[in-house]
T-cell receptor
Framework: EDQVTQSPEALRLQEGESSSLNCSYTVSGLRGLFWYRQDPGKGPEFLFT???AGEEKEKERLKATLTKKESFLHITAPKPEDSATYLC????????????FGTGTRLTIIP | KAGVTQTPRYLIKTRGQQVTLSCSPI?????VSWYQQTPGQGLQFLFE???????NKGNFPGRFSGRQFSNSRSEMNVSTLELGDSALYLC???????????????FGEGSRLTVL
């Protein structure tokens, strides 16, 4: 069974204090790993797709990286508007149309 | 371009009742997925439809069912509601250009169901 574990569950940072969120996964053949952002009362919003180990993607203050067992979401010099829950998900095996999500990391950036 | 629209946004039901939730995907998107989100379990996959066919189903009891119409709009139904069915039900659409490749999902804001 595919599994995704995210850590930490919650993270509080001062504005400008860089850090990383972790996503560990076990899947029977990785098709893609996805990062989403979810604000309170909203549906998740897509951020990145990573397909193979060594791949990196960047968007503003966020950078996602992928190894064979885990992914990291690095946040550099965060701002209060980066506060949200960050979700990691995997799609396994060609032809399987579901995503398996982790429970997320709730990130709070303090001004 | 309009996003994914889910109705109703909030609803309260009692145990034993049934509920139908509706989802209108982004225009041109043919794949619609449903997820249940609870604080303890996170997002859990319910089912996915493409061209009116259910391609995958998650590990939920038969009380949970869905369908997709020819215009790609989708509905999900939960019969004989239980207290544990209280959750945020999220619908997501995808253009699905390649078979089996979900890729980027566009989520609606969800329907929050409370079962009393």
């Amino acid at each position: 069974e595919d599994q995704v574990t995210q850590s930490p569950e919650a993270l509080r940072l001062q504005e400008g204090e860089s850090s990383s969120l972790n996503c560990s996964y076990t899947v029977s053949g990785l098709r893609g790993l996805f990062w989403y952002r979810q604000d309170p009362g909203k549906g998740p919003e897509f951020l990145f797709t990573l397909y193979s180990a060594g791949e990196e993607k960047e968007k503003e203050r966020l950078k996602a990286t992928l190894t064979k067992k885990e992914s990291f979401l690095h946040i550099t010099a965060p701002k209060p508007e980066d506060s949200a829950t960050y979700l990691c998900a995997v799609q396994a095996n060609f032809g399987n149309e579901k995503l398996t999500f982790g429970t997320g990391t709730r990130l709070t950036i303090i001004p | 371009k309009a996003g994914v629209t889910q109705t109703p946004r909030y609803l309260i039901k009692t145990r034993g009742q049934q509920v139908t939730l509706s989802c209108s995907p982004i225009s041109g998107h043919r794949s619609v997925s449903w997820y249940q989100q609870t604080p303890g379990q996170g997002l859990q996959f319910l089912f996915e439809y493409f061209s009116e066919t259910q391609r995958n189903k998650g590990n939920f009891p038969g009380r949970f069912s869905g369908r997709q119409f020819s215009n790609s709009r989708s509905e999900m139904n939960v019969s004989t509601l239980e207290l544990g069915d209280s959750a945020l039900y999220l619908c997501a659409s995808s253009p699905n250009p390649l078979a089996g490749m979900i890729g980027e999902l566009f989520f609606g804001e969800g329907s929050r169901l409370t079962v009393l």
